[in-house]
Structures are given as structure tokens and as C-alpha cells.
């Protein structure tokens, strides 16, 4: 059975990203896939300070040990897929869980041709400028863009809000029935995949 990691990155643990995140699971789980919704907590996430040391050792950990980074990398190992989810802080998804990913994925997180998606939630604007900025890393890592029938999005405000939010529970569920599909998809005709090798290029010489 395939299982999908959810990242709820708001610092409420059950506020409306976690409404969000909650209704793409149950649905996941009534298309008989596993899911799992990681908090990542009030605690503070360090941003990645380019030491290199995770490259240094390629055990694909970050060297910092005291934040909640190298257990989600975990978390990401064991999954098939992800959902990150951040509520919106000025235009942008919350910081914790920007600088989570940053590290989790630079360190080596195991994420390649890993389905992904990305949803945001807001009280009214700057949704789509986060979603965007949710969703750019998985197109560097080789993650397949999960969609939906409209921007993984919701709106609200107070706790439990997002869940009067027709559209965007729809959306939310399209988006769990799309996952669904693709991962079936995966597991019956796995294709072989193409490599071609990485040649980095600075346009500074």
C-alpha cells in the first residue's frame, strides 16, 4: 500500500492548514491509501547555513540534530509521496517550513520521481504567491506535480473556518483523488527512468 507523507507546516496544530490537510487524507484513505499528517511544531527550524557537511558525509542528514528536520526526513524516506501544507504570512508560506524543506531536501532527502503537491491557506490573499513558492523545490528534485481541479488553496481565518470552504474541500479532494490515480498508476506499469547526468553551469566565468 502506498502511504503519503502530509507536512502540516502551520504553528497551529490543528488549525485550518490542518483542516486542509485532513480532508485530502480522509480521502486518500477511502481510495485505500495510507497517510500520515507530520506537525512540524512550535519549536524553533534552523535555516540551512551552507555548511556542506550533509554533502561531506552524503548520509542524507543535515549535521544539525536539534530540530524536527532530520526526523522528517525520515518521514520522507518511508512515503511515496508528499503534501506540504503552510498557512500564508505576508504573501508567503510560513518560515519554519520553507526552511525545513530547504534543508530536508539539499541534506538528501529521499524524494526523486516522488508524486507532490503543495497547498496554502490564507484569509484572503497572497495564497497563490505561497502556493508557488511551496511547489518550486519539487520541480528542481524530480517530483511529479500532483494537481487538482484549482489551486490547492483554502480560505479562512479562525480555527475550523477553512472547512466552510465548499470549493476549496472539493479541491482538496480532487487533489487526494489525482494522488490516488497517479500512485495506483505508478505501481501497476513502472516505467524505467531516464537519466542523464547533472552538468551544472554558472554563467559567471
Known sequence: ???VLLINGSPRKQGNTF???????KSLNEQGVETEIAWIGTKPVRGCIACGTCKAKGNGKCVFDDDICNEIIDKINAAQALIVGSPVYYGQPAGPVLSLIQRAFFAG???DNKPAAAITVCRRGGSTAAFQALQMPFQMVNMPLVTSQYWNIAFGMDQGEASLDTEGM???RQLASNMA???RSIQSQPAPK???DWKGMNFIR
Do not use: I, R, Y
Not at 483542516?19 to 487524507?25: D, K
Open 1 to 3: 500500500m502506498a502511504k
Open 109 to 111: 532527502a529521499q524524494v
Open 194 to 196: 531516464v537519466e542523464d
Open 181 to 183: 490515480w497517479l500512485l
Open 19 to 25: 483542516v486542509a490537510l485532513s480532508e485530502v487524507a
Open 170 to 172: 472539493q479541491t482538496m
